[in-house]
Structures are given as structure tokens and as C-alpha cells.
């Protein structure tokens, strides 16, 4: 079955450091990747997606991530996060077939991060 | 254009009552998908619809549960005589088209609490 590993359940920073959250998935086709992030009681916010190309995909708030088909990773990173950053952040997958995806996403269990003013 | 707008946004019931939770899809959607998010827990895919149509049901528990996208009007996530298990927040999102490439357009959920 299909699955997705978010490795870290809570992460704490300090403004301005590095962020990167770790996402591996399994499934040995071809995925579309997604990064969701869920700021406090609000809904989930698309922050990037990875269907093909680039293997490097910058989205919004400056976050970027990458996908390592070998390693079936798709880390998320931000070079400097700020307060506003505090949500937590969801990793999914869905199979891809001709391009397009299949239906519903498999979601990791998400990483909260906490920034510290 | 408004998103997607789910309601009501929180519900309380007692145990043995019936909760439906409504969506309304994105202007020009024509797919929706229901996820449940328990505590601690990552969205767990529910069913996924078109009009008049259940599409993908494999996430549905195989009782109590039902929903519905009708012709006219929001799509339903019906539970019946629910129990605190059922205790959860609710999403719905939707897609234009049907495989979902463009991306999915979430709701504010809705938080189920079962007393």
C-alpha cells in the first residue's frame, strides 16, 4: 500500500534558521508531489507541487522543495523562517498516470513547526 | 470566487445522533473529496465525487457513513447514530477536473465533536 513518512512530528526554530522537513513516500511509479501547509484552525493552503521537469520546485512564502526519485524523497526547505511560519505542514502523493494524477492524495501525518520570535 | 466553503464549521452531537456536514465546491468544480483529519493524525482520503456520482469510496467506513453530491446544491457527508470515534475534523476539497492536475482546493473543514 501506498504510504507517506513524515519524519518529524514537531519541529521548534528560531527566526531566521534553515528549515527542511522530511518526506519520503512509497509507491514505485510515478507520484505527483504536494506540499499543504495548515496554519492555526484555518484550511489547508497548497505551497508547492511537483508533477514533472525540475526536479527542484519553489512555491510560495519562499519554500522550495526537492525530489529525489531515488531516494522517493521530497524534502520541504526554507533558508530562513519567520514567526509567521508557526503552522504545521503536510507532505501527500497521489499516483500519476499519462501526466495527470489519480483521483484522491495520501497524506503524511504532517510536522508541526513552532518559530520562536 | 469564493473557495470552498464548508458548513458548519464546528457541530456538536450526542452520541446516537446524526451529523451531516455540507461542501460546496470551488465555481466551475465538478469533483469533490472528503478527508477526515483525527487528532495527531494526517487527512485519511474518505470518498471521492462527481455529480450524482460516487467515484471512489474505498476510504468509507463500511457503516454508518454515506454521502452524496447531488445535481443541485452542496455535496452531504451523512453520519448516522454517531459515536465519540467519529470525533474529527472533516475536509472537503474539489478539483475541476476529473484527476485532480490542477490541484485541490480545500474548505475550512468541519470539527465534528461527538458528547
Known amino acids: 500500500a501506498q504510504s507517506v513518512s513524515q519524519h518529524n512530528h514537531h519541529v521548534i526554530l528560531s527566526e531566521a534558521a534553515s528549515l527542511e522537513l522530511g518526506c519520503n513516500y512509497s509507491?514505485?511509479?510515478?507520484?505527483?508531489l504536494f506540499w499543504y501547509v495548515q496554519y492555526p484552525g484555518q484550511h489547508l493552503q497548497l505551497l508547492l507541487k511537483?508533477?514533472?521537469?525540475?526536479?527542484l520546485v519553489k512555491g510560495i512564502k519562499g519554500f522550495e522543495a526537492e525530489f529525489i526519485k531515488s531516494k522517493f524523497s521530497f524534502n520541504l526547505r526554507k533558508p530562513s523562517v519567520q514567526w509567521s511560519d508557526t503552522a504545521e505542514y503536510f507532505c501527500?502523493?497521489?499516483?500519476?498516470?499519462?501526466?495527470?494524477?489519480?483521483?484522491?492524495?495520501?497524506f503524511g501525518k504532517g510536522t508541526k513547526l513552532s518559530v520562536k520570535p | 470566487n469564493a473557495g470552498v466553503m464548508q458548513n458548519p464549521r464546528h457541530l456538536v452531537r450526542r452520541r446516537g445522533q446524526e451529523a451531516r456536514l455540507r461542501c460546496s465546491p470551488m465555481?466551475?468544480?465538478?469533483?469533490v473529496y472528503w478527508y477526515r483529519q483525527l487528532p495527531e493524525e494526517g487527512l485519511k482520503f474518505m470518498v471521492y465525487?462527481?455529480?450524482?456520482?460516487?467515484?471512489?469510496e474505498s476510504g468509507m467506513p463500511k457503516e454508518r457513513f454515506s454521502a452524496e453530491f447531488p445535481k443541485e446544491g452542496p455535496s452531504i457527508l451523512r453520519i448516522q447514530q454517531v459515536v465519540r470515534g467519529d470525533s474529527a475534523a472533516y475536509f472537503c476539497?474539489?478539483?475541476?477536473?476529473?484527476?485532480?492536475?490542477?490541484?485541490?482546493?480545500f474548505g475550512s473543514g468541519t470539527r465534528l465533536t461527538v458528547v
Open positions: 476539497a474539489s478539483s475541476p477536473l476529473d484527476r485532480g492536475s490542477y490541484g485541490y482546493t
Open positions: 509507491y514505485g511509479g510515478t507520484v505527483n
Open positions: 511537483y508533477f514533472s521537469g525540475d526536479p
Open positions: 501527500a502523493v497521489n499516483p500519476s498516470l499519462y501526466g495527470g494524477s489519480q483521483g484522491n492524495l495520501i
Open positions: 465555481k466551475g468544480h465538478s469533483h
Open positions: 465525487l462527481q455529480k450524482e456520482n460516487i467515484i471512489d
